[in-house]
């Protein structure tokens, strides 16, 4: 029997708009989660620059995390560009390296939550 | 060759408005800016300038992501832009603008400009302290801090580059433009000061591969430490993502604080960095973090010791 552990919350899928980004806190957590929706689908990825290992924060400021255009995630350190559906830099610093992506769950209330829980990265 | 340091940097940038956000919040002020872009100054007429990566009116850009399209030198004098002009028209274009400036290429492409100087001269106190032992730096009663008391860049300081080849580079910069290489950090490349400027750097390079050439960061010199603390907590406190910092550096004894950017770049305050003469003999050390740091600090949110028992931590919008 396994045991069913509630995930934290990280936004209501509502309110990340077409095209748009959030930035969740996950509590016990180092780095962020960021949420895009991308082409009506929801996608998760780790707020954390492949760049330097470990990753550093994307953002260039809370919830901001494309470039101006709207096409890519992008890390706002050095520019560097990543495919929003497979998040895989197309130019820049990490060229080769891709985003780490958090499997989401959306449940029928509209809560997104993380599906499994992030491993490592905790808090230092 | 009385090279003084940056006077600007021009960038093509892809978000005008999210820029000049962001320029404004650092501290700069916007001169003559519009929704095209336009020049963000530091006290002393130092700065950055913004276009639309598309304006035909900005230098040719590299063939990577990087959104640095020219930086624009001072110099003391016509004499040292007659200078610049000979020696690098030796083996590139040189190009006279109607003003007098020169614009040029660096050993990677970079664009150049040199001018005479457009910075003013800053008349301004440095951060006061008092220390026992030592003569009071503040009169009786003169408050060392107050709620929104000034804290803004006051000259831009240095630029930092990936380039493919830092040697070749400092090189370049050392026999045809007359800097000094002031430290080195191993394998990362040298920090390099113009003649006619005495901070320990204006100028360092970081060694990577080809696609990533570009600018790494930027800074600009605060009046000390307290105000790069004052800065940085404002900018961290209305949700700009702070990346590095803040700490104090060994090399240059600077303190930092790094932030991203929607330029693709970072922007970093730096408060009392080292000063140095031509008797100065370059170190090494290793890029590493005791290399590079005496410490490092990260920023969070005020809290406090409180009645109860998980203190209190600072709310949304919570006054200076
Ligand atoms: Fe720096």
């Not at chain 1, 929801?42 to 494309?66: F, I, R, S, V």
């Not at chain 2, 940038?13 to 956000?21: G, L, Y």
């Not at chain 2, 803040?246 to 330029?263: A, D, E, I, M, V």
Request: proline share 7%; aromatic share 10%.
């Amino acid at each position: 029997m396994s045991v069913e552990v509630t995930l934290p919350p990280l936004c209501r899928a509502k309110d990340v708009a077409e095209g748009q980004t959030l930035g969740c806190t996950v509590p016990g957590q180092r780095r962020k989660v960021i949420v895009m929706r991308h082409r009506g689908a929801l996608h998760g990825w780790l707020d954390a620059c492949p760049h330097y290992a470990g990753g550093t924060p994307m953002a260039w400021k809370k919830n901001e995390y494309l470039n101006g255009a709207g096409t890519h995630l992008t890390c706002h350190a050095h520019g560097a560009l990543f495919d929003p559906e497979t998040g895989e830099c197309v130019a820049g610093a990490c060229l080769g390296k891709r985003l780490t992506r958090v499997e989401l769950r959306l449940e029928t209330d509209g809560t997104v939550r993380l599906a499994k829980a992030l491993e490592g990265g905790k808090t230092e | 060759m009385n090279i003084i340091g940056p006077d600007a940097l021009v960038f093509g940038v892809d978000d005008i408005a999210a820029c000049t956000e962001y320029l404004t919040e650092f501290g700069l002020k916007p001169i003559d800016v519009t929704d095209k872009g336009g020049f963000f100054e530091a006290l002393d007429g130092t700065g950055v300038e913004i276009r639309h990566r598309d304006d035909p009116s900005l230098p040719t850009p590299l063939p990577t992501p990087t959104m640095l399209r020219q930086q624009v030198y001072g110099v003391q004098s016509t004499e040292d832009l007659d200078a610049i002009e000979t020696e690098l028209s030796k083996d590139r274009r040189v190009t006279r603008l109607a003003d007098g400036s020169l614009e040029t290429t660096d050993v990677f492409d970079f664009a150049l400009k040199f001018q005479v100087t457009k910075r003013r001269e800053l008349v301004m106190e440095a951060e006061k302290i008092n220390a026992p032992g030592a003569p009071a730096g503040r009169a009786p009663n003169e408050l060392g801090i107050y709620p929104g008391m000034p804290a803004l860049p006051r000259t831009l300081s240095h630029t930092v580059l990936f380039v493919p080849d830092q040697q070749k580079g400092a090189e370049w910069y050392v026999e045809r433009l007359g800097f000094v290489i002031t430290d080195i950090l191993v394998p990362a490349g040298p920090f390099l000061r113009p003649k006619a400027n005495d901070d320990h750097h204006t100028l360092f390079f970081i060694q990577t591969p080809e696609y990533m050439k570009g600018i790494e960061h930027l800074a600009f010199h605060m009046g000390g430490p307290t105000e790069l603390m004052v800065a940085g907590s404002r900018l961290a406190r209305k949700g700009f993502q702070s990346f590095w910092g803040p700490g104090r550096h060994k090399f240059g004894s600077n303190w930092f604080w790094y932030f991203n950017s929607p330029l693709g770049t970072h922007f970093e305050y730096d408060a009392d960095m080292d000063k140095h003469d031509d008797s100065w003999v370059a170190r090494q050390a290793p890029m590493s973090p005791q290399g590079t740091q005496m410490f490092l600090f990260e920023w969070r949110k005020r809290w406090s010791p409180g009645p109860g028992p998980e203190g209190i931590t600072e709310g949304e919008d919570t006054p200076e």
